[in-house]
Structures are given as structure tokens and as C-alpha cells.
């Protein structure tokens, strides 16, 4: 039997730790990359290398070939239209499965959605993961398939939420929208392994599955500016910044993005994302089907993420 792993969005913070754990564990590794300069971010954590991207049917093909998983980690998180997101969140899930099912013997397929698909009315990025969580449900009944819904993911290399981190280890903690909101998180060693636990079990149900660190409840902002604090040694003020303070820098930014033609972050829709009271999940139903147990919760996972903190 084939141990050989295809990836995709191996280059990126998740796809990175993704990779090094299927090495760590003996699992041969083909990636997909669009050129040899990103290649060089995996320092040799692949096996092989197919060149192209995720719209190219040739490259896909050759991806999945011979292959006993595909791995699928590419995602848009930045944009200004619903196109942006759509075109890699719901084309290239759509691409890789016209790729999988043409295989004479389908690999397992594994797609990394989002805590956001919960929620698609919020904002484009959660719209287009939903989208393609509903290609795989449509057009992927013949294949075993597993999509996993992560909540906020952070760790080493992670340039979405270390900022925040950085900004509270020197004293101010930003609190988007509503002090009561309330998240899960995980660190991004937990989703790693999760998904080694889903190769290394050959019949898993197909499905959509949510998963965080083993804190019921999540966090609220308290919790975090608290452990925070405990690991710096100072304190830490949380500082309540109104979600209508923020819509004029978003729409701006959205509008000189359209102008300019690069990919924001922050846009109204992101905004309504962030300010969402409510992104506690479980781990109830993936666990049924896992054998897999967070490990790392937040005061642990900042202490095993460098650089974040510069009073220790």
C-alpha cells in the first residue's frame, strides 16, 4: 500500500507544521507549489514536487496520482470580493475532486474548511468555505472524504493572531465588537494531529467535523489577556474597540484594495466575522470518529510559540 501524501497549501503556517509531522511519522510527501522560491519555505519537507496551482487539471491529476490521501490545506483568507475567495475556497476544492474521482483507485480526501462555514451569511470568506464544503457533500459521494472545521489556529509561524499576542505581551489587549464574545482555539501541533489520526484510520465516516483545543466554553478576551499576563509577568488592559470605529478603516480599505489591487485583511465582512459573539464548537463528533485528543491549550501552546513575548 502507497504511503505516499499529497498537499496542498504546504508552504503556508499550517501546511508547514502539516508536512513536518507526516515526515516525523514516516509518511512519504508530495506537494503542490507554484515555484521553487515558496518550495524553499518547506526546507525539505517534501518528498516530491508538482509544479502548478490549484486550477491547473494537469497538475492535479499528477498531484493525486498513486497517492493513498490528498491533503487539502489551500485557502484564500484575504480579499476584497467574493470572487477572491471563491476562486481557490470553492473552484479548487471542485478541481481537486474532479482530480481525486478520476483516480482508477480514489485516494482519501481531506479539506481544510473553517469554524467560519458555520456562519456564511457574515462574510465572503465564510460564504466561500461553506461553498466548498457543499462541493464535497454534492459532488464527492463516492469518495471517503473528511472536511474539519478549525476554530482560530494559532502557533510558530502563524502571522494572523501572533500580532495580537505581541501587542498584548506589551500590555494592550485590542477587543474587537463585544467583550462578552466568546472562541475556541487550537494550536496548530492539534490540528496536525488530527489529520495524522484520520490517515492512520482507514475507515472514517465522511463528514464535516468541528475540533479546538479541549477548553469547553472557549475563551473569552478576559481569559486570554489573563493568561497573557500570568506568562509576561505584567499586566494587561483590555481595551474595547467598538465595531463601528472600525467600519470606516475597513471600507477603506476594501475601496484602495479594488483600486490598487491587492487582497485585505480587515473589510466590512471580516468585520462582521470578528465582531461575531459566538465561535465556541466541539469536539464531541470528531472524537466518535478519532482516535485523537487535544493536547496543548492556550497557556501551553504561547509557551511553546517563540517570539511573541519579548519579556521572556
Not at 472524504?145 to 509561524?157: D, E, F, K, Q, T
Not at 464574545?181 to 490517515?199: E, Q
Amino acid at each position: 500500500m502507497s504511503n505516499l501524501i499529497a498537499v496542498t497549501g504546504a508552504t503556508g503556517f499550517i501546511g508547514r507544521t502539516v508536512c513536518r509531522v507526516l515526515h516525523e511519522q514516516g509518511w512519504q510527501v508530495r506537494v503542490l507549489v507554484r515555484s521553487e522560491a515558496r518550495l524553499r519555505a518547506l526546507n525539505g519537507l517534501s518528498d516530491e514536487q508538482v509544479y502548478g496551482h490549484i486550477a491547473d487539471p494537469e497538475a492535479l491529476q499528477a498531484l493525486v496520482k498513486d497517492t493513498l490521501a490528498v491533503v487539502h490545506l489551500a485557502g484564500a483568507v484575504r480579499g476584497a470580493t467574493q470572487n477572491d475567495f471563491d476562486c481557490v475556497n470553492v473552484e479548487g476544492v471542485r478541481h481537486l475532486v474532479e482530480a481525486v474521482a478520476q483516480c482508477p483507485q480514489p485516494p482519501r480526501l481531506l479539506c481544510l474548511s473553517s469554524l467560519a462555514a458555520r456562519e456564511p451569511q457574515l462574510s465572503f470568506y465564510a460564504a466561500s468555505k461553506r461553498r466548498g464544503e457543499q462541493v464535497l457533500e454534492q459532488r464527492a459521494r463516492q469518495l471517503r472524504w473528511m472536511a474539519l472545521r478549525p476554530p482560530a489556529v494559532y502557533g510558530p509561524g502563524d502571522k494572523e493572531l501572533l500580532p495580537v499576542f505581541r501587542l498584548m505581551a506589551r500590555g494592550i489587549a485590542p477587543v474587537p465588537g463585544c467583550r462578552a464574545a466568546r472562541f475556541s482555539m487550537i494550536h496548530v501541533d492539534d490540528l496536525a494531529a488530527a489529520i495524522l489520526a484520520w490517515l492512520q484510520q482507514a475507515d472514517v465516516p465522511s463528514g464535516i467535523y468541528t475540533l479546538h483545543d479541549g477548553r469547553e466554553g472557549g475563551y473569552c478576551w478576559t481569559d486570554v489577556a489573563t493568561i497573557v499576563s500570568r506568562l509576561c509577568g505584567r499586566r494587561v488592559r483590555e481595551i474595547v474597540i467598538p465595531a463601528a470605529l472600525l467600519q470606516l478603516p475597513a471600507w477603506l480599505n476594501r475601496g484602495l484594495a479594488r483600486l490598487f489591487g491587492y487582497a485585505p485583511m480587515l473589510t466590512p465582512e471580516k468585520l462582521c466575522e470578528l465582531s461575531h459573539a459566538d465561535w465556541v464548537c466541539d469536539n464531541e463528533n470528531i472524537q466518535k470518529v478519532l482516535d485523537w485528543q487535544p493536547r496543548i491549550q492556550l497557556q501551553d501552546g504561547l509557551r511553546r510559540t517563540p517570539g511573541w513575548c519579548a519579556f521572556k
